[in-house]
């Protein structure tokens, strides 16, 4: 079974006439790690929220572990996606006033999980990302941009998914930062060994992945905008 597969899928954003995304196959396997490459403005965040279950196309099928998130009520979606998706936003978005911990424990209550636990999973996942398990206890605006991108990349795997979406979360760091974090969140992913898509318009990012997928290959609608010009 794919961890991702989609068939015929159409989005167009609420007053907009055209569709921003046409996707006639894409599947991703059990363990893949892709690079998905498109130039600003292509589509990537629309998939990335369509992936997710923040989006619902309006047409076509997209299913995760085999499972049919337009079939699920929003809440249950809610719950597939706290349960089965990490996500590693551009801005990290991490709830500034908030500790470390409080920010690892508003995603992981919403699976359910006993407390002790989430404390005990995320001393753990602090420790493999090279962070002192002290910074536990610091508000989230109060850490270093490194930091934060680590405590990021920690929340995004406190429910230990299967799959973890990545939106473009280098495009703030100069290189050196930039490998570092390539280096980290692929060791992490080796750990736990879950498939990845990570999307950006920065074409050196992909020696480290398995697989590079173009956007504008994948998609009919854009093929047909860029037609136009
Ligand atoms: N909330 C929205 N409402 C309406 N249109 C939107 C919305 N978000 C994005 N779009 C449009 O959808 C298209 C794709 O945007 P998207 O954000 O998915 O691109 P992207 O590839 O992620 O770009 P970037 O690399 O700049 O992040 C753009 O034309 C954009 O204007
Ligand atoms: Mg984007």
């Known amino acids: 079974m794919s961890t991702i597969s989609i068939e015929n899928l159409r989005y167009t954003w609420p007053g907009s ?10 599947r991703v396997a059990q363990a893949e790690t892709v690079f998905l490459r ?33 079939t699920l009520s929003p809440r249950k979606r809610d719950r597939f996606r706290a349960d089965h998706i990490g996500i590693v936003f551009q801005q990290f978005n991490l709830i500034p006033f908030l500790t470390v911990a409080g920010n690892l424990r508003l995603v992981a209550r919403f699976s359910g999980r006993p407390r002790r636990d989430i404390t005990e999973k995320s001393e753990h996942l602090l420790e493999s990302l090279n962070l ?32 973890l979406l990545a939106d473009e979360p280098t495009s703030a760091l100069d290189t050196d930062a930039r490998d570092s974090f390539m280096s980290l ?42 037609s136009h010009v």
């Open 17 to 26: 006439d055209d569709p921003v995304l046409d996707i006639a196959e894409f």
């Open 38 to 70: 498109g130039a600003s403005g292509s589509g990537k965040s629309t998939l990335l929220g369509l992936l997710a279950g923040t989006l619902t196309a309006q047409s076509g099928s997209l299913q995760i572990l085999g499972t049919e998130l337009a």
């Open 132 to 163: 002192d398990p002290a910074l536990l206890h610091r508000r989230a605006d109060r850490l270093s941009v490194g930091q934060q991108q680590r405590v990021a990349i920690a929340r995004a795997l406190i429910n230990e998914p299967e799959l």
């Open 185 to 226: 969140l692929l060791s992490i992913r080796d750990i736990s060994n879950c498939t990845m898509l990570f999307a950006s318009h920065d074409r050196s990012l992909a020696k480290y992945f398995d697989t590079e997928v173009e956007l504008a290959n994948l998609n009919k609608a854009q093929a047909r905008q860029v």
